[in-house]
């Protein structure tokens, strides 16, 4: 049983350890293929994906080679470690929990209100310092030029992204005629020039919080399943703490009926007689 559970332990922390690095790839990838450069949601993932990798190693270690301070080591980490991906999973789906995007009659496209989504991801988007830097991401990859020679007809026939829908254009219920705007507060925020657009309009503070809630919920998925592995190896690790901990300590007395029931070690006789002899003297 001893060698069976710890051959578990150690298959289980070697899968953790695999695991953890799609948690890295995605939080590396998510950096590199952002529109915004949003990054508040790659920073905990990779903090917590090298954790993972690390606390894996010194439990494959501690089960494989029986140092019972590692496997203790571990425990400690690992229980803190699947409250903290926890939490951070329960957070991300409570935030993503509102928004979405609102059809526009005969368009393909949506459009997007600031006022759908979560409270604490309007804070961030209205913070002057994050709108700049997140501005800069969005002109700096070149979203709206992908548009910039669409026709008439393409707005009506083709679909566009979250960010070009609330930053590249202005709200299609604005009217401009003779010099006089007709709409909503976005409406006067629009403006021709590149460097302008609708970059302050509330629609595309919107545009970005969708991104990032899309890319949050997929994000969640990987950290339920990698919550589920976490939770597995850990319980099969307090199995093989405490076979280690037996190994190191292999007798006693209340360990005589069990005893009775298997073949014991050469060393078992020597020992009990010792045990036997210690009693009478004391």
């Given at each position: 049983?001893?060698?069976?559970?710890?051959?578990?332990?150690?298959?289980?922390?070697?899968?953790?350890?695999?695991?953890?690095?799609?948690?890295?790839?995605?939080?590396?990838?998510?950096?590199?293929?952002?529109?915004?450069?949003?990054?508040?949601?790659?920073?905990?993932?990779?903090?917590?994906?090298?954790?993972?990798?690390?606390?894996?190693?010194?439990?494959?270690?501690?089960?494989?080679?029986?140092?019972?301070?590692?496997?203790?080591?571990?425990?400690?980490?690992?229980?803190?470690?699947?409250?903290?991906?926890?939490?951070?999973?329960?957070?991300?789906?409570?935030?993503?929990?509102?928004?979405?995007?609102?059809?526009?009659?005969?368009?393909?496209?949506?459009?997007?209100?600031?006022?759908?989504?979560?409270?604490?991801?309007r804070e961030r988007v209205r913070d002057p310092q994050y709108w700049i830097s997140i501005r800069s991401c969005i002109?700096?990859?070149?979203?709206?030029?992908?548009?910039?020679?669409?026709?008439?007809?393409?707005?009506?026939?083709?679909?566009?992204?979250?960010?070009?829908?609330?930053?590249?254009?202005?709200?299609?219920?604005?009217?401009?005629?003779?010099?006089?705007?007709?709409?909503?507060?976005?409406?006067?925020?629009?403006?021709?020039?590149?460097?302008?657009?609708?970059?302050?309009?509330?629609?595309?503070?919107?545009?970005?919080?969708?991104?990032?809630?899309?890319?949050?919920?997929?994000?969640?998925?990987?950290?339920?399943?990698?919550?589920?592995?976490?939770?597995?190896?850990?319980?099969?690790?307090?199995?093989?703490?405490?076979?280690?901990?037996?190994?190191?300590?292999?007798?006693?007395?209340?360990?005589?009926?069990?005893?009775?029931?298997?073949?014991?070690?050469?060393?078992?006789?020597?020992?009990?007689?010792?045990?036997?002899?210690?009693?009478?003297?004391?």
């Amino acid at each position: 049983m001893y060698r069976f559970s710890n051959t578990v332990i150690g298959v289980l922390n070697l899968l953790s350890l695999l695991a953890s690095i799609p948690i890295i790839g995605a939080a590396l990838w998510k950096a590199r293929s952002s529109t915004t450069c949003e990054n508040f949601l790659q920073t905990p993932l990779l903090v917590i994906g090298f954790i993972i990798l690390l606390v894996s190693l010194a439990g494959f270690i501690g089960a494989c080679f029986n140092v019972a301070w590692a496997l203790w080591v571990y425990l400690v980490v690992m229980i803190f470690l699947i409250a903290t991906l926890m939490g951070l999973t329960l957070f991300g789906l409570v935030v993503t929990s509102q928004g979405g995007g609102v059809e526009v009659p005969g368009r393909v496209y949506k459009e997007y209100r600031l006022g759908d989504y979560h409270p604490w991801l309007r804070e961030r988007v209205r913070d002057p310092q994050y709108w700049i830097s997140i501005r800069s991401c969005i002109l700096s990859s070149k979203t709206c030029a992908k548009i910039e020679s669409w026709t008439t007809l393409d707005y009506f026939q083709r679909d566009m992204t979250s960010v070009q829908s609330g930053c590249c254009k202005p709200p299609t219920a604005c009217t401009y005629e003779t010099g006089v705007i007709v709409g909503g507060d976005d409406c006067y925020r629009w403006n021709n020039g590149i460097e302008t657009l609708c970059y302050e309009c509330d629609a595309c503070k919107a545009g970005v919080l969708e991104e990032i809630r899309l890319d949050w919920r997929k994000l969640s998925v990987v950290n339920i399943l990698v919550l589920v592995l976490l939770i597995a190896v850990y319980a099969a690790g307090c199995c093989a703490f405490h076979n280690t901990r037996h190994a190191a300590h292999p007798y006693h007395p209340s360990d005589d009926n069990r005893m009775t029931k298997v073949r014991p070690r050469w060393d078992y006789y020597w020992w009990r007689w010792w045990h036997e002899k210690k009693e009478q003297l004391y």
